[in-house]
């Protein structure tokens, strides 16, 4: 991936709402690329929507939003292409192995063959799966398939990488794992945007923060050491 | 696991074999010799793979032997069955034959078993010789298709429509082209019309770019086509073989732009009626009755007014490349992220 520090993603004026229950109210905020950006809420804040919106999933129904200053349409494949976006409960084949889903994201992705059996290779070692690389998905533990979910979305190199709670059903040492390459990926120009509960991971892990409440951005700005604080006085 | 399968596989292959070459002739205590011939065969068959398995992976000399042996009893096998021999010499020959093969069965088992036991690894190894997982898609198919649910009844649906062609097709041959268009819609409603419901909330990740919507709609058509294809052209062909057909180019090309037709619209069909189901939740009974329906019509139209079913093809394969050139809007809500 080239190194890509220009990358901006805004979103304007964003609105949406499920049947009559609106879920976000004009979000205006703007992300960068090299950075990586917490998102802390309560449940039923609007997170997931948030990223759905960003990943292209749904579209705006107002407002819009814009990659380096171009808008950019919900279904437009050129911006898809960039991005990787891992979801809270993603959904893997149970009777696939870790290295067919693999293989599978990664042709879905329009990896070239070469390439693809080389990013996996390169990502198994890397989050230490591969002596599960033959194991079906639905043998292997939470943590373990959160992992391979985490890799999967890595195979297309995308510049902007959306991760929904990545380290739901961790351990301690597969959180580290996730913190070290997350920041080594954004060290190489990625925009990254994760949203979490753990807020001793937001700390050690953001540049910037931003706390969604009832739909509302209550705070986007620089991650703040002592971001508890920054979150109960946001209530 | 194949190990556990295969003699099955080969039970099932014989019976088929069976049931293509045996005479009305035959009588019952017949028909049973010739069965206790196949299974006594498929018994020692599984051992002698399991063993060239084994050789094969130590490039044993004697893999070629063996396999050129198990070729040579098959044969024999078959000329049993096949020669025309007065019944009680039939009848003894087959019992001195299937004796024979149980009990070498029987002594090969002895050596085998050590060998079947070491060639049954852990899961993960077994996986990673998985033949088709370089291909996740199409391993995913096959996955669908195997699955015990779907299977049974077709193979139940395929026995009694191979042995109702048997009864009736010398008399009546206009059943050979009819069958060949049943087992296009058995393939297509059993497997090609739940192949969406099948993929449950994994249809989401087919939506992430066209090129993905692309390439599972791709897979799908072209998977389920070549199974429609090859059903109908091998039903053809073997029945008609059984009532003394002439072949010629013209007559199998024939053939096969028929059963291609035949094929295509089926799957385009069924896909479309799969995928407008999976969107509204499920396919319910009434959606399943009036699907089957409208393939009967289809059966009905191809069989009577071909021109008249050109037309519908064509409004159908419309219809599926509006369904493959965007990426659909909306999905139910169990199938979303």
Redesign the interface.
Known sequence: MEKNIALSLQLKQVSYAYGGKRILHNIDWTLQGGEITVLLGPNGAGKTTLLHLLAGMKPTQQGSILLNQQVVHWQDQQYKKRIGYMMEFPFQYPFLTVIEIMRLIGQLRNVSPDQLEESIQYWLKHFLLESYSNYPIGTLSQGTARRVALASQLLHEPDILLLDEPTNGLDPDQVMIVRDTLQQYCSRGALILLSTHIIGLAEKLSHQAAILRNGRLVYAGKSAEDLESLYVASK | MIWKKSPFVLAIVWMLLGQLFWSPSYSIGQAFLMLLLGLSYAELGVYCFVALTGMARERKARALSLALLILAVLALDLSIMMLPLMPAIRGIVAIVVATLQCTVAFRASHFTWPLMMSAAPP??????Q?IL??Y??L??EI?FLTRFKDMFPLLIILCLLQLFTYYSAVDSPIIIPIGAALLVWLVSDVWVTSSFINE???L?????????WH?LLRAKWLFYGAIGISASIVHTLVWQSRIAWSWTAGSVSELCAQSLLLTSTFVSFSLLAGYHFTTQGRISLPAQLLITLCMFLLIYLQQAHLVLFLFVSTAIQLGFYRLYRR?P?SLPVKF??
């Open positions: 899961a993960e190894s077994r996986a990673k998985h997982s370089r996740p898609l391993r995913k996955y449950g909330r994994g989401a990740l087919y939506t992430v770019t066209l090129d993905a390439r990426v809007s979303s992220i």
